[in-house]
């Protein structure tokens, strides 16, 4: 009973403070290395480990900088791990202008909000989280993004408008999550998009203006998902394609790699099954 008394005065009081304008704050606390990034080279890094964010909080990140010379405009790499965090905290781009590389890989991720101050990110992985959705202009002012990584969440719906400005991004990892269907103009603005992954998810059917825009797509990964049907010039704009996976599907079971010059033909004979029962029908 005491116990319970108590409970109801925690949590009666945290809304208190909410509604009254207080928000509640919560620390994350840095520990600044050297490390060596594929990507970023020699990077000056913040390890962020044990943190917790709930929605409605302030986030700060505190922690001293081993040296003198050393500054927050120098942290190009943050990193959180063993947290709890339900969405970015805006503070890691305001506090780390520079910030190029983002890891929040199963830190519980649950909110994807807009990232208005992440103008220098170039990577972002958050993988293994708890993401359902992107909203419209989702990642806006984030134009410098090269690297998205959602592998493992449990996304259903992308809006239309998610990726508009993303013209530089050339990875685009979605697998394992829970798409049955994209909107024709979805991937519209990757104009530099070379790798999409989309395996594991529950799509039905690839309709021509999906990748009408991708014309710079190496590799598409498109296995173990629910596939009957395939409009038969979907992949036909895409010169630099060589890697297309396939296999795992009701029309078609197989994978596609160039090795030879009639790649574009293999991949005809290779999906005609597909090709014949597009549209797909219920």
């Given amino acids: 009973m005491v116990l319970k008394f108590l409970f109801l005065i925690v949590t009666v009081g945290y809304y208190a403070n909410v509604e009254s304008g207080h928000v509640p704050g919560r620390e994350g606390k840095c520990e600044f290395i050297n490390e060596s990034n594929s990507m970023l080279g020699n990077v000056y890094s913040c390890k962020i480990k044990n943190a917790v964010l709930h929605k409605d909080e302030k986030f700060t990140i505190t922690g001293p900088h081993p040296s003198k010379g050393r500054r927050d405009m120098g942290v190009k790499f943050v990193e959180f791990s063993s947290s709890n965090i339900s969405r970015i905290p805006n503070q890691v781009f305001r506090k780390f202008p520079n910030l190029e590389y ?7 991720l649950r909110i ?3 990232l208005p101050h992440a103008t220098e990110l170039k990577v972002l992985l958050a993988n293994n989280n708890q993401i359902t959705k992107f909203d419209a202009n989702t990642f806006e002012y984030a134009k410098a993004l090269m690297i998205l990584s959602f592998r493992k969440n449990q996304i259903s ?3 239309a408008k ?5 013209s530089h991004l050339e990875d685009l990892y979605l697998s394992d999550n ?3 269907a994209l909107h024709m103009n979805t991937f519209n603005p990757l104009i530099s998009l070379q790798i999409l992954s ?7 059917s690839i309709d021509l203006e999906l990748f009408q825009s991708n014309r710079q797509l190496r590799e598409v990964l498109l296995y173990d998902n629910k596939l009957k049907a395939i409009h038969p010039q979907a992949f036909s704009n895409m010169e630099s394609l060589f890697n297309l996976e396939l296999h795992g599907n009701e029309c078609i079971d197989i994978d596609s790699r160039i090795d030879e010059d009639d790649f574009q033909e293999k991949i005809n004979n290779d999906l005609k099954s597909c090709f014949e029962k597009y549209p797909a029908k219920e």
Avoid: H, P, W, Y
């Avoid at 983002?102 to 519980?108: I, P």
């Avoid at 998610?162 to 993303?166: A, H, Q, R, S």
């Fill in 102 to 108: 983002l890891s929040m890989n199963g830190v519980g």
């Fill in 112 to 114: 994807f909000n807009e």
């Fill in 157 to 159: 719906t992308i809006d």
């Fill in 162 to 166: 998610t990726f508009i400005n993303l």
């Fill in 178 to 180: 829970k798409i049955a």
């Fill in 198 to 204: 989309l395996s594991g998810n529950q799509l039905q």
